[in-house]
């Protein structure tokens, strides 16, 4: 009953074609990525029982703020150099991975490169070195250009990833702070993205909470 129909992007906006009840309505996004529109898609099927989704106005969804960890995008200044930071620090899981290697593939960088921290998916019991080496023919067939890894379980992605994405493994968190410093370029994309408890998380809060001169 609810289902998406297009999406086109026109300046800063992304225009959502909703089929609602077999009727079309247009949203406003500030992002297509693939998480934001289920939750939209959702929404709408919510409120849909309550309102007249005709009565709603286009841009409600517009401001909405990812969460953080979550996929949230940061500019921070680090060096004299900018970078965008994507954080997807705050957890790890083989579906929420793959989700958020899609979203990346979305964005354009144009001359630019984009970088990948990866950390441990964390509590996945005795299937963990099988789902963690899945996930590298995923990073394959990305556009991601450096893949860099933290963390023991991570290495079985790192194995099978190809030889001209593969970036370092790190082991410590100075390590970290080194690869951003020196390896990533003005205007690069940097994602991170591992379970809570590896550490990424706090790195990457602290990242963003400092801004400017953040290491």
């Known amino acids: 009953t609810v289902r998406l129909h297009s999406i086109k992007k026109k ?3 992304y225009h959502v074609s909703i089929n609602v ?3 079309k ?8 990525f693939e998480n934001n529109l289920k939750n939209l898609l959702c929404a709408i099927t919510v409120i849909s029982i309550f309102k007249n989704i005709k ?3 286009k841009n409600i ?14 500019k921070i200044k680090i060096n004299k150099k900018n970078i965008f930071l994507i954080d997807e620090s705050y957890n790890s ?41 899945e996930l590298s023919y995923v990073i394959n067939s990305s ?10 379980n991570i290495k079985e992605t790192y194995k099978n990833i190809h030889r001209k994405k593969k970036g370092l493994i790190l082991k410590e968190i100075p390590q970290i702070i080194d690869l951003i410093k020196n390896n990533i370029n003005n205007n690069d994309y940097l994602m991170i993205k591992g379970s809570n408890a590896t550490g990424l998380h706090k790195l990457t809060s602290s990242l963003k909470k400092e801004r400017k001169n953040a290491l």
């Open 21 to 23: 009840y077999k009727k």
């Open 61 to 74: 969804f517009y401001n909405c703020e990812i969460p953080e960890g979550r996929g949230d995008l940061s």
């Open 55 to 57: 009565n709603l106005n």
């Open 93 to 133: 899981n083989p579906l929420s991975l793959r989700s958020a290697i899609n979203n990346f593939n979305l964005i354009n960088v144009k001359n630019n490169k984009k970088h990948l921290i990866l950390g441990d998916m964390l509590e996945l019991g005795k299937h963990s070195k099988k789902l963690h080496s």
């Open 143 to 152: 556009s991601i250009d450096n893949v860099y890894v933290f963390g023991k």
């Open 25 to 32: 309505k247009i949203f406003f996004t500030s992002t297509n």
């Open 11 to 13: 300046k800063s906006k």
